[in-house]
């Protein structure tokens, strides 16, 4: 059974950073899959953030500039490294694979992780 398990969140004062982790796991090869992070706050829409495929790093503009993506070639995990918090980007975040190239909207990922708890505080 393909997963997607995620690690790495955690409570940081505005200004810090976070690396989130996002490890496939199971018998199927990510090799061709996008892997895209998003996040969701209370009472609000799931919101793409970044991705991963094969053309590339892609970043949402509320992240542009403060969040950077790396990716491992061996196990195709990725992670979203986080810098200069801030209180709006407290959410749930969850990274998702889709085969081929990334999309920005959630209903197109088919894998999804648990989620992954971020508080930032001002």
């Known amino acids: 059974q393909v997963q997607l398990v995620e690690s790495g969140g955690g409570s940081v004062q505005a200004g810090g950073s976070l690396i989130l982790s996002c490890k496939p796991s199971g018998r199927q090869s990510f090799r061709n899959y996008a892997i895209g992070w998003f996040r969701q706050a209370p009472g609000k829409e799931r919101e793409f953030v970044a991705a991963f495929d094969y053309t590339g790093a892609h970043f949402s503009d509320s992240v542009k500039g403060r969040f950077d993506l790396s990716r491992d070639t061996d196990d195709y995990s990725v992670m979203l490294l986080m810098s200069s918090l801030k209180s709006e980007d407290t959410a749930v975040y969850f990274c998702?694979?889709?085969?081929?190239?990334?999309?920005?909207?959630?209903?197109?990922?088919?894998?999804w992780g648990q989620g992954t708890q971020v508080s930032v505080s001002a």
């Open positions: 998702a694979a889709l085969f081929g190239e990334f999309s920005t909207e959630a209903r197109h990922y088919k894998t």
